[in-house]
């Protein structure tokens, strides 16, 4: 099964700390916060098995924000989704790198006891992971010299 990436602020996906004032069974409100839906529906993207485009991904979602920085993110089995009882569908990223938009799935008819237990289930089995302001800087360069980023992405590097 493939693994699915969800950026997130990594410090709220720390799996120590909140287990000392959380009854049995809940999640700590924090990742919540990650995991914003629009219309019931939360953007991920589907990586490779040898997890080869973890860091394009990162770099294709780093690009539309209005500055480079350090990037978290979390990696969970798409196997989750069964359990929670949650739907993948394709449907094409909006970030300038082309080829990434394909990696792009939407998690559909999402209520807030699924949302919940997603959080729990990522928090239990995934791994969360950052990718340094300096790797992405490289990655951006690297990528419109390839021709995978237009040339206005360069801008996003910080001088």
Same mark, same amino acid.
Do not use: F, Q, S, Y
């Given at each position: 099964m493939p693994l699915f990436l969800r950026n997130v602020r990594e410090n709220r996906w720390y799996k120590t700390?909140?287990?000392l004032w959380l009854a049995q069974g809940d999640v700590p409100a924090?990742?919540?916060g990650d995991l914003a839906t629009t219309e019931n529906r939360l953007s991920v993207w589907? /990586? &490779?098995?040898?997890r080869s485009n973890v860091e394009r991904i990162v770099r294709a979602l780093a690009v539309t924000r209005q500055k480079i920085a350090d990037m978290g993110y979390v990696l969970f089995d798409s196997s989750l989704l069964a359990t929670a009882g949650i739907d993948a /569908? &394709?449907?094409?990223?909006e970030t300038p790198d082309e080829g990434a938009n394909n990696w792009?799935?939407?998690?559909?008819?999402l209520s807030g006891?699924?949302?919940v237990i997603l959080t729990k289930l990522i928090l239990e089995n995934g791994e969360s992971g950052t990718v340094l302001k300096k790797r992405l800087e490289q990655l951006v360069t690297d990528g419109v010299e390839q021709k995978e980023l237009p040339?206005?992405?360069r801008s996003k590097i910080s001088k």
């Open positions: 700390g909140a287990a924090d990742p919540l589907e /990586v &490779a098995i040898d /569908v &394709a449907e094409n990223g792009h799935r939407d998690l559909i008819d006891n699924k949302l040339e206005k992405c």
